[in-house]
């Protein structure tokens, strides 16, 4: 079982950037691995996934051109680089892992972390 870790969030600014980090329990080489978020009154929603053989990367529309998803699998790492964060950015920010598609949609993912919170004010 893939277990899933994320760090990095925070309070920032709008305008600033965060990084969140996703450790796994083991090597993520033959999953897709996405980040997902949750504000308190909205549904989750899919953020950005990379298949990490491939390093297909893939990005919801409000994060594109802004945050970036990156990998190591050497360290079995997920990155998501978070720039020009507005205050619509403030949610719970998920790691998940999984093999089935579409990358956006929840229950393709089998595996979730716990969470990191992420809050941008004005």
């Known amino acids: 079982k893939v277990q899933l870790v994320e760090s990095g969030g925070g309070s920032v600014q709008a305008g600033g950037s965060l990084r969140l980090a996703c450790a796994a329990s083991?090597?993520?080489?033959?999953?897709?691995i996405g980040w997902f978020r949750q504000a308190s009154w909205a549904e989750r929603e899919g953020v950005a996934a990379?298949?990490?053989?491939?390093?297909?990367?893939y990005y919801s529309d409000p994060v594109k051109g802004r945050f970036t998803i990156s990998r190591d699998n050497a360290k079995n790492t997920l990155y998501l680089q978070m720039n020009s964060l507005k205050l619509e950015d403030t949610a719970m920010y998920y790691c998940?892992?999984?093999?089935?598609?579409?990358?956006?949609?929840?229950?393709?993912?089998?595996?979730w972390g716990q969470g990191t919170q992420v809050t941008v004010s004005s």
């Open positions: 998940a892992a999984g093999y089935g598609l579409p990358w956006y949609f929840r229950y393709a993912y089998n595996y």
């Open positions: 990379i298949s990490t053989a491939s390093g297909t990367t």
């Open positions: 083991e090597s993520i080489i033959s999953v897709r």
